[in-house]
């Protein structure tokens, strides 16, 4: 319901609907909340959509969807709720707060929820799992009595009623079930778009006579080891001064409208979990036809981009359809291995392939180096997380970022700002720059630790200068956290508005449309492009505003089923380590005293007790008191300071 009304506010052509859409739509047009023009539904200028807020004294703010205005304030909200989804008619001409009165609840921000029976006073019930309020789903007493308590079960929040038993919290398996109902994720796919996706042979490029035959230039991916889905694959040609990167090309497989294609629109992003991935594709897409596997012929869409070594600028580029045969398969700890000089080249094919990476190397560092310029260079940590098979935390550890991590970014950021420069409306990557209050409370906070501040000509040189101090203090990744935070999240828009962190007027996402959906429609809109189809590109923008905003969220799910799966993960094992002492670091004072764990587990998020004064990234020994299982939360006590 969320995704319609956005698409209402921009405009949603007739054609675009489903048969129980279009009812909804001809139902609300009839009642004046829309305009009907040209086969178009659009809201009337006089209602607006959202989510109600918190409800206070039979008040309410409404945060409006779809547009980025004010949030409007309603009076007598009747029997609608905090999380409705509402169409309000504006008040006009009131002066003071923006106002608006409830037309129509028309639904729930979030369709499922997940309820949990507990027990109290000999009395059982359904509850929120993460706010402990009842459920008024539909559950008989009798219902209860036949279940256990700590059963967890998936809550339609529209139909108001209990839809699956995930399982019980006493069991660690039941997790991943949890973080993927709350956003009804799941790995299955329908028998349709399974029939779809088996549908397609292996690639016989003798069928695609017009795409460009580079079967013989020596291309290799580098991925993680435990990779499966490979977008894209390099090869840098040292004599023309030329980069292909060439990218899965899923457009040729996932056309709009089929099965494949609505199931990729309503996932939109592979989840990566520590022990397993979610695709967005099924897998005998993401992860055999469409990933470019060594030793196999496969259709790519290849950037190939002439540099000019002096200037590190893109002299040429093009963009095309071709069939590529990956020479090697490398994961990023092997050419980590060569670039120290530990790996050599085992036959022929490694040994064009690596005389190509090494000639590579020294441009990407350049490109790099010339980026950072502009740009930021960031070193908030990335935990690692490895469980068993009961899935109990088995290790923690921080991401490293090597030198083939940085040669494999720096060709991905240049052939996706080669896309961003094709068109003027279409998908944008984009990164806002900070607003100044939140600047002002992050120099506060740095301020409060030691770290000088110091107001430069630009946001980029004050930066800078408090990443020196903190590098020098031993705080590197920790400050650059707080950083982050300060700043705007990077969304996806249909006009461009740069990205602040990368330093970038363009830039878009091209290189992952075996995992992102954002990828897959800027492939459609370049080739339509380059094929000069005007019905086709005005096909693929003609809701781009809503898909924009849709995909942005979409985006923001995968990121937290991903953060709460590792969270419930780090409650379990708090939950057996109870009575313990740690090392921790303070995350933050204000408004209350949290820290990250530092010890033989990094990375857990702790609530602190604490009976005197600490200062934010301090460390501190603490206690692990309590751990609330079904919210995945860790309480502890600090017991001392650590000895410096």
Not at 219 to 232: M, R
Request: with cysteine; glycine share 4%.
């Amino acid at each position: 319901m969320k995704s319609l009304l956005v698409k209402l506010t921009h405009g949603l052509s007739e054609q675009d609907t489903t048969e129980h859409e279009l009812k909804l739509l001809q139902e609300w047009t009839a009642k004046k909340y829309l305009t009907h023009k040209n086969d178009v539904y659009k809201f009337h200028s006089k209602y607006r959509a959202g989510t109600l807020g918190l409800v206070q004294n039979d008040t309410a703010y409404l945060h409006v969807i779809g547009e980025n205005i004010k949030d409007l304030f309603i009076e007598n909200i009747g029997v609608a709720t905090e999380g409705d989804l509402i169409i309000a008619k504006r008040l006009l001409g009131k002066r003071g707060t923006p106002a608006a009165e409830i037309a129509e609840v028309v639904g729930r921000e979030q369709t499922y929820s997940i309820g949990y029976i507990i027990e109290k006073y000999n009395h059982r019930s359904l509850v929120d799992l993460k706010t402990e309020h009842p459920i008024g789903a539909e559950f008989s007493t009798e219902q209860l009595a036949s279940h256990e308590i700590g059963d967890v079960f998936t809550i339609d929040n529209l139909e108001n009623k209990v839809i699956d038993f995930l399982g019980n919290l006493a069991d660690p398996l039941v997790d991943e079930k949890i973080v993927l109902a709350q956003f009804n994720k799941h790995d299955e796919f329908d028998a349709e778009v399974l029939a779809e996706a088996q549908s397609f042979k292996e690639v016989d490029a003798s069928k695609y006579p017009k795409r460009r035959d580079l079967r013989e230039l020596p291309f290799c991916t580098i991925d993680p080891v435990t990779a499966k889905d490979f977008d894209d694959a390099i090869y840098w040609d040292q004599d023309n001064t030329t980069l292909y990167v060439a990218i899965a090309d899923v457009s040729e497989y996932v056309k709009p409208f089929g099965a494949v294609d609505n199931e990729a629109i309503y996932r939109s992003f592979s989840i990566y979990l520590p022990h397993r991935s979610i695709p967005m594709l099924p897998r005998q897409l993401s992860e055999t036809l469409c990933s470019l596997q060594p030793h196999k012929d496969r259709l790519s869409y290849v950037f190939e981009m002439k540099l000019d070594l002096e200037s590190l600028e893109v002299t040429h580029s093009e963009v095309y359809e071709a069939i590529i045969h990956s020479k090697r398969r490398f994961n990023y700890e092997e050419i980590d291995h060569f670039f120290e000089g530990n790996y050599k080249a085992q036959n022929k094919d490694e040994e064009d392939v690596l005389k190509a990476l090494e000639q590579l190397k020294p441009v990407t560092d350049a490109l790099r180096e010339k980026r950072l310029k502009i740009g930021f260079d960031f070193r908030s940590s990335e935990i690692e997380m490895k469980i068993d098979e009961q899935h109990h935390i088995i290790s923690t550890e921080e991401a490293e970022e090597t030198p083939s991590h940085s040669l494999i970014e720096d060709c991905m950021l240049l052939a996706n700002k080669e896309a961003a420069s094709r068109y003027e409306r279409g998908i944008f990557r984009i990164h806002e720059p900070p607003s100044q209050a939140k600047l002002q409370t992050l120099y506060q906070e740095l301020s409060s630790i030691g770290i000088q501040i110091e107001i430069k000509d630009t946001v980029k040189e004050t930066i800078e200068f408090i990443q020196t101090q903190a590098e020098e203090l031993g705080l590197a990744s920790e400050v650059d956290t707080l950083i982050i935070r300060a700043q705007m999240q990077a969304r996806y828009s249909p006009l461009n508005h740069g990205h602040f962190g990368l330093g970038f007027e363009r830039y878009t996402h091209f290189t992952s449309p075996i995992r992102r959906y954002s990828d897959l429609i800027v492939h459609r809109l370049l080739k339509a492009i380059n094929a000069g189809d005007t019905a086709e590109g005005s096909y693929v923008l003609r809701n781009i505003e809503s898909l924009a905003m849709a995909i942005s969220e979409k985006e923001r799910e995968a990121s937290t089923i991903e953060i709460e799966f590792m969270a419930r993960k780090y409650a379990r094992w708090a939950n057996d380590n109870l009575g313990r002492e740690f090392k921790a670091r303070i995350s933050a004072t204000d408004p209350e005293l949290r820290a990250d764990l530092h010890d033989e587990i990094i990375g857990a998020k702790l609530q602190l007790t604490a009976h005197d004064n600490y200062v934010l990234f301090e460390d501190v020994i603490v206690r692990i008191d309590k751990v609330d299982i079904p919210k995945a939360r860790i309480f502890a006590t600090v017991v001392r300071r650590v000895d410096v």
